[in-house]
T-cell receptor, first 116, second 112 residues
Framework: GAVVSQHPSWVICKSGTSVKIECRSL??????MFWYRQFPKQSLMLMAT?????????EQGVEKDKFLINHASLTLSTLTVTSAHPEDSSFYIC????????????FGAGTRLSVL | GENVEQHPSTLSVQEGDSAVIKCTYS??????FPWYKQELGKRPQLIID?????GEKKDQRIAVTLNKTAKHFSLHITETQPEDSAVYFC???????????FGKGTTLSVSS
């Protein structure tokens, strides 16, 4: 199946700093990617839909100025957590839909963010 | 928007027994229902999916059933093995290219 790469896998940062997470589709082009957040022992919560060449669509309750999403190419979407605080500590996972039109989503390996 | 309910939240079975996890969804426009298995700290892995034009699908020890009228779908795992222990998520989406809405997950524990 299609491969989605996510980097970094783990990051620790100080409160107030910004962190960028990359999501790449390695062997296919993804016009749409999705960003999810998962707190310990909880489900995946959709944060935003990343559209290549246009603005991301954010879910209700997700601050667009805090979670900046850029999808500048057909293979790369980035999520920047700005002015991170301890409550932003979570597991962030991206996904991309396969290009065959079957709507199968492939997930990145996730990024564990710890804000001190 | 779509809302997916999943039960039970935890499930403990003996090796060799069957396990059943059930989900309901709210949006009648949903037509794609995947199931994911997630091990601790890892990415969700698609294990089986079903679309609205099919009532049942089977892949070896795993099967999924869909009842569109009642808006529910179920995952069935037969002859469970310890390596089946993980968190299982159901999800739903309404059309190609749209995001998945996940259930809250079921922690399956298979004891030998």
């Amino acid at each position: 199946g299609a491969v989605v790469s996510q980097h970094p896998s783990w990051v620790i940062c100080k409160s107030g700093t910004s962190v960028k997470i990359e999501c790449r589709s390695l062997d296919f082009q993804a016009t749409t990617m999705f960003w999810y957040r998962q707190f310990p022992k909880q489900s995946l919560m959709l944060m935003a839909t990343s559209n290549e060449g246009s603005k991301a669509t954010y879910e209700q309750g997700v601050e667009k100025d805090k979670f900046l999403i850029n999808h500048a190419s057909l293979t790369l979407s980035t999520l920047t957590v700005t002015s991170a605080h301890p409550e932003d500590s979570s597991f962030y996972i991206c996904s991309a839909t396969d290009p065959t039109g079957k709507n199968i989503q492939y997930f990145g390996a996730g990024t564990r963010l710890s804000v001190l | 928007g779509e809302n997916v309910e999943q039960h039970p939240s935890t499930l403990s079975v003996q090796e060799g027994d069957s396990a059943v996890i059930k989900c309901t969804y709210s949006d009648s426009a949903s037509n794609y229902f995947p199931w994911y298995k997630q091990e601790l700290g890892k990415r969700p892995q698609l294990i089986i999916d079903i679309r609205s034009n099919v009532g049942e699908k089977k892949d070896q020890r795993i099967a999924v059933t869909l009842n569109k009228t009642a808006k529910h779908f179920s995952l069935h795992i037969t002859e469970t093995q310890p390596e089946d222990s993980a968190v299982y998520f159901c999800a739903a989406s309404s059309q190609a290219g749209t995001a998945l809405i996940f259930g809250k997950g079921t922690t399956l524990s298979v004891s030998s």
